[in-house]
């Protein structure tokens, strides 16, 4: 279906999401507890598996990386102010959620809602976004960039190295924000700068008080773990054969929103696990929508699902080879093809 087909079947999309916006704190004290208690259980559990074998230890660090990652999607909720109701109570939570997910929460939210407002703009798809180029932008690139960026795109860099990267390095220093007016984020670099020193604190208490030894052994596989799928879930969520990418003055919120974005498809499970979060597309429509509310939305909306691309975990496994955008086909192409087609075209 073509683009303006979609903009007229859903062309009554605000009001639709209008309803499921409402955050509804019970709803919220229960996701708070079904998390948390969990999350320190088997943190508990797993420190004194240490004892038994540490084979038990890495098999539980795999269920908690995704209590952790559960953590996270609080906070991801509570920077779009949709979690609770009252705006400080989502302050609060937010902060406290980044103590776990090692995410500065004031600095990420900001970032994050750059990246709905602009998701799949081509001049800042690097900014909130997994950096992509496009095919043109890949040619013009001088040969070390090049090599850097087909690096950056291997899956084990991407998904194994790039985690500990991007969380301990990009968001744990005090970074300047690549846009905006400095003064407005001046109180964004403080409450950053504060909330890696309430991170630290904690995890130097946690250290002394376990031993340091025990401390990494039970903490880092799930930091890995959790960052490993994190990052995977935001990759497959926006780097499909047919997203939606164009330049600012071709740009259309809602075909960003439901060509740009897939819907993830998991077992019941691992959708709870997730927060949700594989509704994306709903997501990306309106970021209001609480995560305990995006099923609803889509179950009681059906067209809002009709024109996303639906994926399950299997089927995603390929877009670990989407590296580029082809502007000509509008399509996600790998490393593979573009070389292909440039060979084609200078035998040509």
């Known amino acids: 279906m073509n683009n303006q087909a979609i903009k007229d079947a859903l062309k009554n ?9 409402k955050a509804d704190n019970k709803k919220a004290v229960t996701q708070i507890i079904n998390t948390y ?21 890495l098999g539980l660090a795999v269920i908690n990386s995704f209590f952790l990652g559960r953590i996270f999607i609080i906070q991801h909720d509570c920077g779009h102010q949709s979690f609770m109701k009252n705006r400080k109570h989502n302050q609060i939570i937010g902060v406290m959620c980044s103590l776990f997910s090692t995410i500065p929460f004031d600095y990420w939210a900001r970032l994050h809602s750059f990246h709905h407002s602009h998701n799949g703009q081509l001049e800042v798809v690097h ?7 496009t095919v043109e932008q890949y040619k013009a690139l001088p040969r070390s960039k090049r090599i850097y960026y087909r690096l950056l795109r291997n899956p084990i860099i991407l998904f194994l190295i790039g985690p ?11 970074t300047e924000l690549p846009w905006g007016n400095k003064k407005r984020w001046k109180k964004v670099k403080v409450k950053q ?11 130097l208490v946690l250290g002394f008080l376990i031993g340091w030894k025990n401390f990494l052994l039970v903490h880092i596989p799930i930091f890995l773990f959790y960052g490993t799928f994190s ?3 935001f990759y497959v969520q926006h780097q499909h054969e047919e997203t939606y990418k ?9 075909l960003s929103a439901i060509k740009g974005s897939t819907f993830y498809k998991l077992p019941k499970v691992f959708q709870w696990l997730t927060g949700n979060i594989g509704f994306h597309h709903i997501h990306h429509l309106s970021p209001k929508i609480p995560n305990y509310n995006l099923e609803k939305c889509a179950r009681e909306n059906p067209i809002l699902t009709k024109y996303v691309t639906t994926v399950t975990f299997w089927g995603s496994l390929k877009y670990m080879f989407h590296h580029l955008w082809d502007e000509e086909t ?6 593979w093809k573009y070389y292909k087609m440039q060979r084609s075209s200078d035998h040509g």
């Open 37 to 57: 208690l969990p999350f320190i259980g088997i943190w508990i559990l797993m420190y004194f598996s240490l004892s038994w074998s540490y084979w038990i230890t």
């Open 231 to 233: 990052l995977w879930f």
């Open 127 to 133: 900014i909130g976004d997994i950096r992509t180029y």
């Open 164 to 174: 500990i990267i991007y969380f301990t390095i990009i968001h744990f220093p005090a």
């Open 330 to 335: 509008e399509k996600m192409i790998s490393f």
């Open 13 to 21: 999309w605000p009001k639709i999401v209008a309803r499921y916006q």
């Open 246 to 254: 164009k330049w600012k003055k071709d740009w259309d919120y809602l």
């Open 193 to 203: 700068l504060l909330n890696n020193f309430y991170q630290i604190s904690f995890y």
